[in-house]
């Protein structure tokens, strides 16, 4: 996670990297360029409630957004503890979402706890702004 904004919850999230289960893998194609296990799984997310599917890790202006639909100016982060814990990446994210906020995006930051126990609410509020118009740059 590189491009962060404080949309939604803040929380930190605690979370072990793990190997994926087979089980718990992806549609074919959907993970291909998702890095952490978090990713993989707000992917699976995305797919499960139909939702349209982002670029991944896509590069905007000097900053990776870990999921990005372009043409609505939307960046998800999703944060995992582990890189997000600590001053130093706390203000990095800030600074970060106020420069892609400049830019005209606005970014929303779920943490492992809202990706894996509140799908559905981390569906309806991105397809929500998904649907909302765009705002002008």
Do not use: K
Not at 35 to 55: A, I, K, N, V
Not at 87 to 116: C, K
């Amino acid at each position: 996670s590189r491009a962060t904004v404080a949309a939604g919850s803040a929380t930190a999230s605690m979370s072990t990297a793990q190997p994926l289960s087979p089980r718990a893998t992806a549609p074919a194609g959907l993970t291909s360029h998702a890095g952490s296990e978090l990713e993989q799984r707000f992917l699976r997310l995305c797919h499960r409630h139909r939702l349209p599917p982002p670029e991944v890790n896509a590069t905007v202006d000097r900053y990776e957004a870990d999921f990005l639909w372009r043409d609505e100016r939307l960046i998800v982060e999703t944060d995992g503890w582990a890189a997000h814990r600590g001053r130093i990446a706390f203000e990095e994210d800030r600074s970060r979402a106020a420069a892609l906020a400049l830019l005209g995006y606005e970014v929303m930051r779920l943490t492992w706890r809202q990706v894996q126990a509140e799908p559905a609410t981390v569906a309806a509020a991105i397809r929500a702004r998904l649907s909302s118009p765009r705002r002008a740059a």
